[in-house]
């Protein structure tokens, strides 16, 4: 069974950081782009990072772009998501998508698997 779980998400007050993983099961992470996506309430999703399969060139949305890290740890099947200097507008629902391929997209609809989120709050 191909699986996503996204982990690490909570409360943190504003300007710290969390770490987000997303582990993979039934299938091999390196073979895939990788997104991170989130969504607030009342809101769309909207792209926060993505990185390619193999060669790691990650792209980064401008609001999170010098804040978030995307990283990848092909050992381990799992992709990462450092996110420093959070802001109340980062809250949300983060999940992250897996994309057969090399190329990665900041658009939903073009991933094939995704996991069910971690809710990250920041609050003071």
């Known amino acids: 069974q191909l699986q996503l779980v996204e982990s690490g998400g909570g409360l943190v007050q504003p300007g710290g950081s969390l770490r987000l993983s997303c582990a993979a099961s039934?299938?091999?992470?390196?073979?895939?782009?990788i997104g991170w996506f989130r969504q607030a309430p009342g809101k769309e999703r909207e792209g926060v990072s993505c990185?390619?399969?193999?060669?790691?060139?990650?792209n980064y949305a401008d609001a999170v772009k010098g804040r978030f890290t995307i990283s990848r740890d092909n050992a381990k099947n799992t992709v990462y998501l450092q996110m420093n200097s959070l802001k109340p507008e980062d809250t949300a629902v983060y999940y992250c998508a897996a994309r057969r391929g090399r190329i990665p997209t900041m658009t939903a609809g073009s991933y094939d698997y995704w996991g069910q989120g971690t809710q990250v709050t920041v609050s003071s």
């Open positions: 990185i390619s399969s193999s060669d790691g060139i990650a």
């Open positions: 039934g299938f091999t992470l390196m073979y895939y782009a």
